[in-house]
């Protein structure tokens, strides 16, 4: 059973990051240039494999129409098509985690070249990678931290517009919180397709007390950016208008139904699988989770708001490069290179003990799960859990914890 699942009444931990650097062995924070390099080698390789893969997708299906099994050649099209759609969205996802690691400088000892690869890779996956970066590092800087936290900051009793609770008064949240399963799977689908996308564009999910359409590509969003910033901000849109001109190219060339299948698709299975592995819905989202105001945080207890998740099992640790794996080692250290974190997590685990999270359950009952469960936080106290539907907290914590 899962330590998570065992822990009812919370007490913030008291454990500092000097107690849990000093167990884990200095060579782990070193990055390896030439193996960050045979990663993205075989990370690109497997974009151009499967690309080549799809271009004989529909004369393979011809062939087998030729025979005259036209029935049997619209389910080889569809199969075939829906295989690349799913190992090619994986493929672009490596590179997107690639140009992660090279925003933290974890892909290698030198920053013009993690600025270089990485700019190239999150342009290609469709994310401006100087402008996600700064904001990435604020989150990384402030994890957990309701006020100073970059994105996804629960919604609170007030900002739903739910009544107070008063003892020996129920509240009937059905009436506020209740969706048909259709809407909700909407609202699901809608988040994982292009909830990422919107955040860049427009701060969805982000700081509310940011001024309308603080966008990642915006360089004066002074909520976003200082204004020495600007100029990265600008190469940043450049990068993602170099995609889109290559795009519109292909499109006039092969139409834009090639890239459709070759890239669009494709590219929205990446949001999804990075919503999954370096944002918030299975990493930092969970009944189990906590969320701390100021009275209360510290650098080492946001970090730890953080869950390992085998996502996908050994074809995530392929293609996501432990990064979902072992999100907990990367938010302590993440100048960590991702080939050192599952060793760096054996002795995480031996200092943080019941503090250290991980489920070991299949990614989609729990993305479903936490979409379902976790509502809002209550606008008063210093540590806070996500309430469900019915009101009601998987965690509680004691008045004296819950002090400033």
């Known amino acids: ?134 904001t990435h590092h604020v989150h990384h800087s402030f994890n957990g931290s309701f006020e100073r936290d970059s994105h996804h900051i629960p919604k609170t009793r007030s900002e739903l517009g739910l009544p107070a609770e008063v003892p020996g008064q129920a509240v009937n949240y059905s009436e506020f919180l209740e969706d048909t399963p259709l809407y909700t799977i909407s609202m699901l689908l809608i988040h994982q397709l292009i909830g990422f996308p919107l955040f860049l564009a427009s701060n969805l999910g982000g700081q509310r007390h940011f001024p309308a359409w603080s966008s990642h590509y915006n360089p004066f969003a002074t909520a976003l950016f200082k204004p020495t910033q600007k100029y990265a901000v600008i190469a940043s849109d450049l990068g993602i208008l170099s995609v889109i001109a290559t795009c519109a190219y292909c499109a006039r060339l092969h139409g834009w139904l090639a890239v459709w299948k070759y890239y669009i698709i494709p590219w929205l299975g990446v949001n999804h699988w990075c919503d999954l592995v370096a944002q918030f819905p299975l990493q930092h989202t969970d009944p189990q989770v906590p969320h701390y105001r100021s009275g209360q945080w510290t650098f080492v207890r946001g970090a730890i708001c953080t869950i390992d998740r085998p996502l996908l099992g050994s074809l995530g640790r392929f293609f996501f490069h432990d990064v979902a794996h072992f999100h907990v080692a990367h938010h302590l250290f993440p100048r960590m290179p991702f080939y050192h974190t599952e060793e760096a997590t054996k002795y995480i685990k031996e200092v943080l003990g019941e503090y250290y999270l991980t489920h070991q359950q299949y990614w989609m009952p729990n993305l479903w799960h936490n979409f379902q469960q976790c509502q809002f936080i209550e606008d008063e106290g210093q540590i806070l859990f996500y309430k469900d539907k019915n009101g009601e907290a998987a965690v509680t914590t004691t008045e004296e914890s819950n002090s400033n």
């Open 1 to 134: 059973m899962d330590q998570m699942k065992q822990k009812k009444v919370f007490k913030p931990m008291n454990i500092t990051l000097r107690e849990i650097s000093s167990r884990i062995p200095s060579f782990l924070h070193q990055p390896n240039t030439l193996l960050g390099l045979h990663y993205l080698s075989r990370d690109i390789f497997c974009v151009v494999a499967l690309w080549y893969f799809a271009s004989h997708i529909e004369g393979l299906s011809a062939r087998v129409a030729s025979h005259g099994f036209s029935l049997a050649a619209i389910v080889v099209r569809w199969a075939l098509w829906m295989f690349f759609w799913f190992f090619q969205s994986l493929a672009m996802t490596a590179l997107w985690v690639l140009g992660h690691e090279c925003g933290h400088r974890a892909f290698s000892t030198l920053p013009w070249l993690c600025d270089l690869v990485g700019f190239l890779v999150h342009s290609f996956t469709g994310t401006p990678y100087f402008s996600w970066k700064i």
